[in-house]
């Protein structure tokens, strides 16, 4: 069973070029939809070549993701999808390299792992592992993790257990006798 890795998605490009990217990854006759290897396609699955292309071992569904016309001659493909252990930044660099006229935006976040991180075809990358141990970490201190930390509500997965040790009461034996609610 993997972790599952959050990803929030934003792919704009020409409409006609986001439109085909859509259509190529719905689902067909013998075949899931895919985003992935709709952007960059491997044939037949095979697990080094999905990790080594994709970046990550399974495709993506269109499930979480919605194709929007800009109505000005752009296209977007934007949401929330999972990839198994790790985001697909492989397949999003390749085709970003494949297609100069597209923007591409991926941040994403790994509760098991705790990293979070965001790539975007600009050139920007930026990544953080031991999340868990950051969430003080101010918009003032940085505004990228601060942004991060906040898009993918990351304080709820790491709560501290302060709450739940008050409600505990504690026996002379040291052990735990009861929860107070």
């Given at each position: 069973m993997p972790n599952w890795n959050s990803n929030s998605i934003t792919i704009d490009g020409p409409t006609d070029k986001i439109q085909a990217l859509w259509?190529?990854?719905?689902p067909a006759e013998g075949k899931d939809?895919?985003?992935l290897d709709a952007m960059v396609p491997i044939g037949e699955w095979d697990y080094d070549t999905a990790v080594s292309t994709w970046g990550t071992k399974w495709d993506i569904t269109l499930e979480g993701l919605q194709l929007i016309d800009n109505l000005n001659g752009t296209a977007s493909i934007h949401g929330y999808a999972d990839s198994a252990w790790s985001p697909p930044l492989a397949a999003f660099q390749t085709y970003a390299d494949d297609n100069p006229d597209c923007?591409?935006?991926?941040k994403?976040?790994?509760?098991?792992?705790?990293f979070v991180g965001v790539w975007d075809s600009q050139g920007s990358d930026a990544y953080w592992d031991n999340v868990d141990t950051l969430l003080d970490t101010t918009e003032e201190e940085d505004s990228v993790l601060y942004e991060l930390l906040e898009h993918f509500n990351v304080y709820d997965w790491f709560e501290t257990d302060e709450d739940e040790e008050e409600n505990?009461?504690?026996d002379l034996d040291g052990?735990?006798?009861?929860?107070?609610e």
């Open positions: 259509d190529a990854a719905q939809g895919s985003l923007e591409l935006e991926l994403y976040f790994e509760p098991g792992m705790a505990l009461e504690i052990g735990v006798s009861a929860i107070n």
